[in-house]
Nanobody, 117 residues
Framework: QVQLVEAGGGLVQTGGSLRLSCAAS????????MAWYHQAPGKQRELVATITTGGTTDYVDSVKGRFTISRDNAKNTVYLQMNSLKPEDTAVYYCNVNVDSLWRGYWGRGTRVTVSS
């Protein structure tokens, strides 16, 4: 099994920055694609950014130019650098990874990001 632990959320002012991290732990696994999702209050969970094993990234339009997803494969960790934060970025951010040849998916419990006006 794979456990995901997210960190880095918090309260920040508009225009500020946060760096989220998600560390995967467990034995005998190889992580494929990693991703960040967010879910605002009363809204459906939405894909924010993805990164492949080769480092190819993709972003939802609303965060392009502001957020950067990266990964450290040696540490089994994915990051989301969030710059120029806006109140509409306020949400719980969830890490998602898929693992091994079966591409099994795992979710973190989320880290809360609040951007104040």
């Amino acid at each position: 099994q794979v456990q995901l632990v997210e960190a880095g959320g918090g309260l920040v002012q508009t225009g500020g920055s946060l760096r989220l991290s998600c560390a995967a732990s467990g034995r005998s696994f190889s992580i494929n694609t990693m991703a960040w999702y967010h879910q605002a209050p009363g809204k459906q969970r939405e894909l924010v950014a993805t990164i492949t094993t080769g480092g190819t990234t993709d972003y939802v339009d609303s965060v392009k130019g502001r957020f950067t997803i990266s990964r450290d494969n040696a540490k089994n960790t994915v990051y989301l650098q969030m710059n120029s934060l806006k109140p509409e970025d306020t949400a719980v951010y969830y890490c998602n990874v898929n693992v091994d040849s079966l591409w099994r998916g795992y979710w973190g419990r989320g880290t809360r990001v609040t951007v104040s006006s």
